[in-house]
């Protein structure tokens, strides 16, 4: 009975010890080791950031920050919203596009106050908590900017929201495209929702109803002589500007200046039968087209003819051929007239020996050609002449900020020979 006893607690002994050794070897075990996590950090910044004002950044400079496409046109966008103007960097920094590690890195080299003085911020607080007013139903596509404001909107704002109405056709057609305009938010939409005239749902056929809508409501037919339309006339009847340029060289290089029937116009590839029978009852021939034959007969003095009034039929008579003639009038049409004869050289597609003996002759008047600064310039006009318009978008937003010819030059970084020409048509 002893030696059970002692076999069992000798029995217990190693079962305690053995538990005891395992329990040593599993506590002493070297910790595996893992590898160190590294971050890796994506591009922040251009290696040349220098000191900017945002607000005079456009969408192309935005993104050289290294921002997207899309988040460059977000903060253009904002900007809008908030008056047209960043007033502080605290107020930048709340543009949803702009993350905070990307505004950290930015702060430094932004050209604001950290905080809008308290005149601007009463200013800014007061847009942002305007309250919208709706009295009765309405629909939208027949208020004015006026109307708008008077609901609540900021000038800005409402001009925004015809620009939008505008890019639509010209009518909103449903709720569901109305709610897409940026410039009304969510708050406010749920206030103007009851009060819409309009169906909830877009159109299948909406595209269609939108491009072919626009033409047709602004089209007003008058009597016209197709041989003294220019570029803008033919624009004013309906047709597109590369349309219309088509039906003018038409008419200047393939028939000599004019058309002599309403069916050569018909001719034109650029016009449709369906066109062509809406614009006949109106096409009014006030003068008798010249002939072939009779351009020969002409004989002018070149020793007094303006290098800006000249006709193709002129050119035609001094020896150019149709496509050196057609090229110095269309060059002369678009720039608005010579300026100076070196001009008339310098057009493509032109016998350069040949035109070089005329502008010899003949003398250049440029008292009637028009110019601008770059502060009142039209925006067509920009956008058209052909020494501006690559410009053209850069000036318009400059000058919103800086109503200032010479801040506008420096901010354009122009070659000089590029700003030499344009400087032309300014005065």
């Known amino acids: 009975m002893m030696r059970k006893n002692y076999y069992q607690k000798l029995a217990f002994m190693v079962m305690i010890l053995t538990i005891l050794l395992a329990y040593q070897k599993y506590t002493s075990k070297d910790k595996e080791s893992f590898p160190a996590v590294k971050f890796i950090a994506g591009p922040s910044l251009p290696a040349k950031v220098s000191d900017f004002d945002p607000n005079g950044l456009d969408q192309e400079q935005w993104q050289k920050l290294g921002f997207s496409e899309k988040q460059a046109s977000t903060i253009l966008k904002y900007k809008d919203i908030v008056g047209g103007k960043f007033i502080s960097k605290e107020q930048l920094k709340k543009c949803f596009a702009i993350s905070e590690e990307k505004f950290s890195d930015l702060e430094a080299f932004i050209l604001l106050p950290?905080?809008?003085?308290?005149?601007?911020?009463?200013?800014?607080?007061?847009?942002?908590?305007?309250?919208?007013?709706?009295?009765?139903?309405?629909?939208?596509?027949?208020?004015?900017?006026?109307?708008?404001?008077?609901?609540?909107?900021?000038?800005?704002?409402?001009?925004?929201?015809?620009?939008?109405?505008?890019?639509?056709?010209?009518?909103?057609?449903?709720?569901?495209?109305?709610?897409?305009?940026?410039?009304?938010?969510?708050?406010?939409?749920?206030?103007?929702?009851?009060?819409?005239?309009?169906?909830?749902?877009?159109?299948?056929?909406?595209?269609?109803?939108?491009?072919?809508?626009?033409?047709?409501?602004?089209?007003?037919?008058?009597?016209?002589?197709?041989?003294?339309?220019?570029?803008?006339?033919?624009?004013?009847?309906?047709?597109?500007?590369?349309?219309?340029?088509?039906?003018?060289?038409?008419?200047?290089?393939?028939?000599?200046?004019?058309?002599?029937?309403?069916?050569?116009?018909?001719?034109?590839?650029?016009?449709?039968?369906?066109?062509?029978?809406?614009?006949?009852?109106?096409?009014?021939?006030?003068?008798?087209?010249?002939?072939?034959?009779?351009?020969q007969q002409e004989k002018t003095d070149f020793s007094k003819i303006d290098l800006n009034t000249i006709t193709f039929k002129q050119l035609l008579e001094f020896g150019l051929d149709e496509r050196s003639a057609g090229s110095m009038i269309g060059f002369r049409k678009k720039l608005g007239g010579f300026v100076n004869k070196q001009q008339i050289s310098d057009t493509y597609n032109i016998d350069k020996e040949l035109v070089q003996k005329l502008i010899s002759i003949a003398p250049l008047d440029a008292s009637g050609v028009s110019k601008y600064t770059l502060t009142d310039a039209p925006e067509e006009w920009l956008k058209n002449h052909p020494y501006f318009k690559y410009s053209a978008d850069k000036i318009i937003f400059y000058r919103i900020s800086y109503p200032d010819d010479r801040k506008i030059w420096k901010l354009l970084k122009l070659k000089p020979e590029y700003e030499a020409r344009m400087r032309l048509y300014l005065k």
Request: net charge positive; glycine share 4%; aromatic share 14%.
């Open 114 to 295: 950290k905080t809008a003085e308290k005149s601007n911020s009463k200013k800014f607080n007061s847009i942002e908590k305007r309250s919208i007013t709706i009295t009765h139903k309405f629909n939208p596509d027949h208020l004015s900017a006026h109307d708008w404001a008077k609901m609540g909107f900021t000038e800005r704002q409402s001009e925004a929201i015809l620009k939008y109405k505008k890019y639509l056709g010209g009518s909103f057609t449903s709720k569901e495209k109305f709610k897409e305009c940026f410039i009304i938010s969510t708050e406010n939409y749920s206030k103007l929702e009851p009060y819409l005239l309009l169906p909830n749902k877009t159109p299948e056929n909406f595209n269609s109803f939108k491009t072919n809508n626009a033409v047709k409501t602004k089209i007003r037919y008058y009597s016209f002589d197709p041989n003294q339309l220019d570029i803008d006339g033919w624009k004013a009847l309906g047709f597109s500007e590369k349309q219309a340029m088509t039906i003018v060289n038409y008419r200047d290089r393939n028939l000599r200046g004019s058309f002599r029937s309403p069916e050569e116009l018909q001719k034109c590839f650029v016009i449709s039968s369906e066109k062509f029978q809406e614009l006949k009852p109106y096409i009014k021939f006030t003068s008798v087209p010249v002939k072939k034959e009779e351009i």
